[in-house]
């Protein structure tokens, strides 16, 4: 069974970068969707970067955070990270790393917006961007 486990939250000026790291622990013995999302206060969860454990070169990101954010995967280290530059007040919330290891293969947008699919949470960690 897989674990996840989220680090590298934490407050920042507007401008300011983080750098998140959620060490993934078990193995399915299959590829899988994992990936960033977060919840601002007050809203709903919502996929913020995606990434496909195979090879790591499929990824997608929500609009929001394109061109600010980047996701990756160390397979060495056995853990996925998001850089956040650029960071603006909206960026503030609960972030957490999960995982699909059960749905079948689908679009990396599929995979994005199918919060719901996520069969496995880390216990989140806090990002707040003061301006």
């Known amino acids: 069974q897989v674990q996840l486990a989220e680090s590298g939250g934490g407050s920042v000026q507007t401008g300011g970068s983080l750098r998140l790291s959620c060490v993934i622990s078990?193995?399915?013995?299959?590829?899988?969707?994992i990936g960033w999302f977060r919840q601002p206060p007050g809203k709903e969860r919502e996929g913020i970067a995606v990434i496909w454990t195979a090879g790591g070169t499929t990824q997608y990101y929500a609009d929001s955070v394109k061109g600010r954010f980047t996701i990756s995967l160390d397979t060495n280290k056995n853990t996925l990270y998001l850089q956040m530059d650029s960071l603006k007040p909206e960026d503030t919330g609960a972030y957490y790393c999960?995982?699909?290891?059960?749905?079948?293969?689908?679009?990396?947008?599929?995979?994005?917006?199918?919060?719901?699919?996520?069969?496995?949470w880390g216990q989140g960690t806090q990002v707040t961007v003061s301006a």
């Open positions: 078990g193995n399915t013995g299959r590829s899988y969707y």
């Open positions: 999960a995982a699909d290891t059960l749905t079948p293969v689908k679009t990396a947008k599929q995979a994005l917006e199918a919060v719901q699919l996520y069969n496995l």
